[in-house]
């Protein structure tokens, strides 16, 4: 026979006084639970514990229990749209209207004028097409839900041509080719990996087939002997045969990211005027908004994608509804790159940039300011990156120095290079700088 060490009873330890805040603070229940698993876990291993030992063991468990995993970092990495990181950060105009909804009911689907049932399709609408000069718009929850949703709706069944460069993977397991089998669309390959030609779509178009999609390359970029036809040329082929066009724009550009000194991404805006029957395009890439999928194109196949049944699986709700819209309305006002963080970004001049890395250096009196880039990411303009000035500093085991970093109550993300841990200025936010800077203080002293 086991002599059973003596455990108080867990109605004995709810009485005991330290244990009355953590009612409080998490609840009857959930302190019971916490009380039980360690007054377990002492059973079970034999254990004999003062009453004080197993109510520490349990506010480390409630603690636990009740931490958010998902949590607010400060993206020093200088990667404007890092999937990994939540893309991009919303500007105050989309956070204000996303709140304001949030904590009141509203006329989601309720015509003010009638008192009658309204869409809630129309709310965005009126903004994306005034914004791109689309005929007509629908927003889902992302782009991925954009792309099949148009294949469902256009293409079921059908034979879908994709040229052979564009059969890309997008990360976290969206392949193009996975998404057209998922809608029951039939792919048709053509050309080749890195030389498509007209012609290709042309005979191809011999044969019946519903659709023609261009899908943007994403995070990869063909270089060398490369060719592939203009968007317009494309559409004057399809067109001939009465066949639509899908462009999966991905990021979405509304404004020219030459004009801040980056290569020319495609704009919404372009696309539909070089013919595109329906585009898609995210709505937390370079748009700046929040997660959603964008449709924009001719009224005629909208119409058919609105009524088809996975658009009611696919809809936003009302937090992403407000959120988006907000964020055009920037575009539409002009106050694009001085409202959304991610073109306020794009557009930060070198020397403010500079001026910050040198702040930083004077305030931790270490460190050392040297020139760099930042990408911008999101599966837009692969491999271009816009010249920076890093905060680089020197500590004895960057790694283990990235991991405390990272262990932050806001977990901050560097990068190395060359055995040196680099932050970029760019993308660190400006409500985020002062605890950035605290942080590195406290964490350079107790590494000295
Ligand atoms: C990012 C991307 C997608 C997926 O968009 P999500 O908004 O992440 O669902 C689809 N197609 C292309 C070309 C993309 O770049």
Redesign the pocket.
Known sequence: MINRPHLPSIDQLLQNEQVQPMLEKFGHDLVVSALRQVVKGLRQSQRIASDQVIIEGTDVLLNQWSAPTLLPVINASGILLH?NLGRAPLSEKAFSAMQDMAVSYNNLEFDLDSGRRGSRALHAEQIITRLTGAESAYVVN??????LLVLSALANRKRVLVSRSQM?E?G?G?R?PDVMRQSGAKLVEIGTTNRLHLYDYENALQEAAGMVLC?????FKIVGFTKEPALRDICTVAHAKDIPVFH????GALLDTATFGLAHEPTVQESLQAGVDVLSF????LMGGP?A?IIVGRKALLDKIKKHPLARALRPDKLCLAGVTATLLSYLTGKATHEIPIWQMISLPLDEIHQTALKWKQTLGQGEIIPGKSMVG???LPEESMPTTLFALHVSKPDRFMQSLRQQRIPIIARIEADQVLFDPRTVLPHQESYLLETLQKLLQSNA
């Not at 992302?142 to 792309?147: D, F, H, R």
């Not at 899908?215 to 995070?219: C, G, L, T, V």
């Not at 999966?248 to 990021?251: E, I, P, Q, V």
């Open positions: 999937t992302n782009n991925a839900a954009a792309v890309v997008i976290g969206f193009v899908a943007h390359h994403s995070n999966d724009l991905g990021s995210s709505g937390d890439k997660q999928g999101g599966g837009s």
